[in-house]
């Protein structure tokens, strides 16, 4: 059986990790990282509103505001430590238990 939740399982894992490893001070470009989470985010947003849980499409919708690249927000490296550790715990608690299964959604066709 198919599992359309897979694909967000996996690039939620590696966001995750990568989010613990810049915790550290290692030369990684942040903007690359930036990118994957903010579009995890994208996705998981989309994800939680096909499951109908609204609190969640706003929580990643901010993570998106957060991470994206268009227009970069600045916090101090500090506060970024701090929130790429609850932005990392999130993305590995949420939607751990979801399973869709390909029944479960309704694709559209134009």
Not at 41 to 51: D, R
Request: aromatic share 10%; with cysteine; glycine share 4%.
């Amino acid at each position: 059986m198919i599992k359309v939740g897979d694909g967000i399982q996996i690039s939620r894992i590696i966001a995750a990790i990568l989010l613990f490893v810049a915790i550290g001070r290692h030369p990684m470009d942040n903007t690359i990282l930036r990118f994957l989470v903010c579009e995890v985010a994208a996705y998981a947003a989309h994800f939680a509103k096909e499951l109908k849980k609204d609190d969640w499409v706003s929580t990643f919708g901010i993570i998106v505001l957060l991470f994206n690249s268009f227009i970069p927000t600045r916090p101090v490296r500090g506060h970024w430590a701090i929130i790429y550790l609850v932005v990392a715990v999130l993305l590995l608690i949420v939607f751990s238990t979801e399973t869709i299964t390909l029944t479960d959604v309704k694709i559209k066709f134009s």
